[in-house]
Every structure is written in C-alpha cells, then in structure tokens.
C-alpha cells in the first residue's frame, strides 16, 4: 500500500510563494495520477491541480497561471509551486495517488498540511 507524506505548509503573506512536496512509497511512483486538493474550513475539499503519469497537467481555474504541478519520478515526489498566494489560498491541502489496476481504482491520501496566506 502506498503511503504519501506531504510537507512544504506554513504562513506565508500574500503574495507569497511556497512549493509542496509530496513523498511516497513504493515502486510504481511513475504509473499514478498525482492530485492536489484543498479544504478550507467550513468548505468541501476542492481539486486544485492533477498530473497525469505521462505529465500532462490540469488546474482549478482559480489557481490557473499562478500554481505549477510537477512530479520527479526519481524521487517518488511531486510538487505544487504556488506564487502570487492570495488569502483565499488558505487550506489545508492534501495530495492523494490513484492507481488503475486490472481489478479497481486505488485512491490514497496524505495527512495534509496547512497552507496559510495573510493579507
């Protein structure tokens, strides 16, 4: 079982920029579909950023030109460089893998860590 471990969070001013880092475990870093999402309290957890195991990219419109996915299958990680952060960036975000096996679709989460942008 895959484990991920985020890290990279803190208390940055608007404007900012910070990246997150996302380790995981296990052999087969290179085949999953890597997310990043984030929960704002009292909000559902949005969908902010996907890359694709051949690298292809999407993002939530909201972050569109400010935010970067990116992955180093070397190293089991993938990253999520955020610029220009705006107070509404505020969240915890988490990372999650999906692996598509022959039988089913495995999702596995991180444990998350704050992001928090100030005015």
């Known amino acids: 079982q895959v484990q991920l471990v985020e890290s990279g969070g803190g208390l940055v001013q608007a404007g900012g920029s910070l990246r997150l880092s996302c380790a995981a475990s296990?052999?087969?870093?290179?085949?999953?579909?890597m997310n990043w999402y984030r929960q704002a309290p009292g909000k559902q957890r949005e969908l902010v950023a996907t890359i694709t195991s051949r690298g292809s990219t999407d993002y939530a419109e909201s972050v569109k030109g400010r935010f970067t996915i990116s992955r180093d299958n070397a190293k089991n990680t993938v990253y999520l460089q955020m610029n220009s952060l705006k107070p509404e960036d505020t969240a915890v975000y988490y990372c999650?893998?999906?692996?598509?096996?022959?039988?089913?679709?495995?999702?596995?989460w991180g444990q998350g860590t704050q992001v928090t942008v100030s005015s």
């Open positions: 296990g052999s087969i870093f290179r085949l999953y579909v």
């Open positions: 999650k893998s999906r692996y598509y096996s022959d039988y089913d679709t495995i999702d596995v």
